[in-house]
């Protein structure tokens, strides 16, 4: 992208510039192996074959990108008789993946832009769900998402196709729908969180034609099945541009269509540390995934929800309820809100649950108390929450240096410590709740049933 010559006017739709070998940064040795190996043998079999979307964007930008896909004239069942290593996957987009160990290449024939009645396209009130439409690879450029995303890389001169300004938008840095924003967003509104994510990811402005539509279409991601708005919060907060995508969601007025709770705390005005708090889990995330380390949707879930939970609980409690209560209604109110947004599997509420009941839990610090705290399984993750929030107080400050210091105590001097010093004053957290064991039912002397246990 360094050359001059590629500074050109933008092709006219449906016409391909083409930008020859020695005038882009593109080289095959950054390219898989998988990939090369499934572009190598569509174009021997006699298929245009070409590497597409996000790779290419990023190989042109001097990314190194992670996953390669391909666009291919070859039908999903061409594909599959090609690549004994092949599966076909998808309703709503037909496509083949070809596996070679731990790399899946994705291989997806060109998207017509008609249907002759051969194909397989379906909308419901404006919403793709079915476009299994076959056509030619100019159409398939315009039925693309965003200009970026649009470029092709021709196995056969190793060239690279753009029909749609692609090339111009990457040099200007900015993220621009292809056709008609309101009708793209219309028949798949979570194209309006991929602009929010692309643009924090690749440091992008939005086309203001592109974000114009955000605030009266934003709606739609109601509508949008929770279960591909999890998905879709996995890509915005876990693959290392978290924090900058947060704050492209609150800019562009999104973030209360996936996460209306966290909207509601953040636009009051004594909201700082909140806000201080779910800034800094993503960063911390976002170092996490640069340097490789294991991330958890639970805890991301657990920060972005927690004042949401403690205001409701605090509120219930003023009312005269009893705290366990206000805390358990109130955690389960915002979790049921939250799922009918995004769909979090109970594997990470019930770890987003833990995390929180953990939180008063370290103010007790007794022996046995303590050590057994120590050993539960979800300790870790409790601590770095104890840690994030500890800007809350002062003694949530010094509750957090206590067990920083704890865990590098070995067993007698910890409970020398414990010993010692009398437990300090409990924080603001919610109490822990005890689960009623069930009273077991006293056996009768006489083998005649009571009333009671004949009818059970």
């Known amino acids: 992208m360094t050359s001059e010559r590629i500074v050109q006017e933008a092709p006219i739709p449906g016409s391909f510039r083409i930008i020859p070998r020695p005038e882009h940064a593109i080289s095959r040795k950054s390219i898989s192996a998988g990939a090369l190996r ?20 990023d190989l042109l930008l001097g990314g190194h990108p992670k996953d390669f896909d391909v666009a291919t004239d070859a ?3 061409q594909v599959r008789a090609l690549f004994r290593n092949c599966r076909l996957i998808g309703r709503r987009f037909r496509l083949a993946h070809v596996v070679f160990g731990r790399e899946i290449v994705e291989v997806a024939t060109f998207r017509g832009s008609s249907d002759d009645g051969s194909g397989d396209r379906h909308l419901v009130d404006g919403r793709l769900v079915r476009d299994n439409v076959y056509g030619t690879i100019e159409e398939d450029a315009v039925r693309r998402d965003f200009t970026v995303n649009a470029l092709y890389y021709d196995i056969s001169d190793f060239s690279v196709l753009d029909s749609v300004g692609g090339m111009e938008d990457l040099q200007h840095r900015v993220l621009r729908l292809i056709g008609d924003p309101e009708q793209r967003y219309r028949e798949d509104p979570v194209r309006m ?3 929010a994510r692309l643009a924090a990811k690749l440091g992008f402005t939005i086309e ?4 114009a539509p955000f605030a009266a279409l934003g709606p739609l991601l109601a509508e949008a099945p929770p279960a591909r708005l999890f998905d879709e919060s996995l890509k915005l907060f876990l693959s290392g541009h978290g924090l900058a995508s947060f704050r492209s969601l609150e800019q562009h007025g999104l973030l209360q269509h996936v996460f209306p709770a966290t909207a509601r705390v953040l636009a009051q005005g004594d909201a700082a540390h909140f806000r201080r708090l ?3 889990t993503l960063a911390n ?10 991330v958890t949707p639970a ?7 927690w004042e949401p939970v403690r205001r409701a609980a605090q509120a219930a409690v003023d009312a005269g309820a009893d705290v366990g209560a206000a805390w358990s209604h109130a955690t389960e109110r915002v979790l049921r809100e939250q799922a009918q ?4 599997p109970r594997r990470f509420t019930i770890a987003v649950e833990e995390i929180w009941a953990m939180q008063p839990r370290f103010a007790q610090r007794t022996k046995k108390r303590a050590f057994r705290l120590l050993e539960h399984p979800r300790f870790r993750a409790a601590y770095d929450f104890l840690v994030l929030r500890a800007d809350e107080s002062p003694e949530l400050a010094e509750l957090a240096a206590w067990w920083t210091e704890a865990q590098q105590l070995d067993q007698d001097q910890l409970a020398e410590r414990l010993a010692s010093a009398p437990p300090p004053p409990g924080s603001e957290a919610p109490p822990a709740t005890k689960r009623k064991r069930p009273r077991r039912r006293r056996r009768k002397k006489s083998g005649v049933a009571s009333a009671v246990d004949a009818g059970d």
Not at 208 to 211: D, E, G, N, S, V
């Open 341 to 344: 947004r995004v769909a979090v």
């Open 299 to 305: 805890f991301l879930f657990a920060a972005l929800l």
């Open 75 to 77: 039908t999903p069942e």
């Open 285 to 294: 995330t976002d170092a996490r995934v640069r340097e490789d380390k294991p």
């Open 278 to 280: 779910v800034e800094q």
């Open 38 to 57: 499934v572009l190598y043998r569509l174009h021997e079999a006699g298929h245009r074959a070409c590497l597409v979307g996000g790779a290419v964007r």
């Open 193 to 195: 969180l991929r602009a």
């Open 208 to 211: 203001p034609a592109t974000a």
